[in-house]
């Protein structure tokens, strides 16, 4: 019998802490500090909740002294769908006595001198928020956001911007998938909108009027940004996400989409019933080989 094989998409985010001006013995502090909580102390820590279940961490180890390899879980304690009885020819309730629920790893790569991690988008599974959770439950760690890398440094120029004066959103509707909530104000009424009329997608416009002065708030649209380039492979994935920017030093408006410019990759591996230390190993090993062929240019433009 062939083979089956799965592929999952490798997103790219980097850890952003302000460190602005930092004399370099506090930027080194910090590194290690990041360093050190992703390492997960043995996998002693804590786990969090994420929708139907939670998320733990099930694997990390130390690559090269730079890197470290590692894999989330995402238990699904609820809502757990039911099996088909070929037999019977009808559903039945799965029988998961004696286990927690059902078991959906993802594996990540960390770079910990730039601060950036390579790490899978599956659903179901650990998501980038419950990673971040991980993180912040567990170790006393300086503030941090995490921003999407991308081919160019367009989110760097966003973020430096002067301000935005346009804003273009395509948001999808998919079916069988999980929510994902947003704390934008606006978001999950525009949601329920296309969910109450039945629509695939909406793309909604933004504009700060004719005054060239104005700009939109810059502190929601960073927000939403953030929901923005975490919401692949959730139930409302958003697709564009473009912004028209007023560089600081020209003056001039620039166009910049944060979703079709960011970096990804795909990794193969052979599908299987059980999460394995094998296939994570294999997961970690291939995300590595695509890092590196990558590193030279983000260690140009991510440098920390």
């Not at 599974?125 to 440094?153: A, D, M």
């Not at 367009?154 to 395509?170: A, C, H, M, P």
């Not at 999808?172 to 909530?181: F, G, T």
């Amino acid at each position: 019998m062939a083979k089956k094989y799965k592929k999952t998409k490798i997103n790219y985010y980097q850890i952003k802490v302000n460190l602005k001006n930092a004399p370099t013995q506090k930027i080194k502090d910090v590194k290690s500090k990041f360093k050190k909580a992703i390492g997960f102390k043995n996998l002693k820590v804590q786990f969090i909740d994420q929708g139907d279940g939670t998320v733990s961490a099930i694997e990390s180890r130390e690559i090269n002294v730079r890197y470290l390899g590692g894999a989330l879980v995402y238990t699904q304690e609820k809502n757990i769908p039911p099996k088909w009885n070929q037999e019977n020819k009808k559903l039945e309730a799965i029988n998961i006595n004696g286990f927690n629920g059902l078991g959906y790893d993802a594996a990540f790569f960390y770079d910990s001198e730039n601060m950036i991690i390579a790490i899978e988008s599956k659903v179901p599974g650990p998501t980038l928020e419950s990673f971040c959770n991980l993180l912040r439950q567990n170790f006393t760690l300086p503030n941090f956001e995490i921003i999407v890398v991308t081919s160019t440094n367009d989110y760097e120029k966003f973020l430096n911007s002067k301000g935005v004066r346009n804003l273009e959103i395509k948001m999808l509707s998919l079916d069988n998938v999980p929510e994902k909530k947003s704390k934008i104000r606006g978001v999950m009424e525009t949601k329920d909108l296309v969910d109450t009329i039945e629509g695939s997608y909406i793309d909604v416009k933004i504009a700060a009027g004719s005054d060239r002065n104005k700009l939109l708030n810059f502190n929601a649209i960073k927000q939403l940004a953030n929901f923005a380039v975490t919401s692949a492979g959730f139930k409302h994935e958003v697709t564009k996400f473009k912004v028209d920017i007023v560089d600081l030093d020209s003056g001039k408006v620039e166009p910049i989409d944060l979703i079709t410019n960011r970096i990804f990759d795909y990794i193969q591996v052979e599908q299987v019933t059980t999460i394995n230390k094998f296939s994570i190993t294999e997961k970690i090993t291939q995300i590595e080989g695509f890092y590196l062929k990558r590193r030279p240019k983000l260690d140009k433009a991510y440098r920390i």
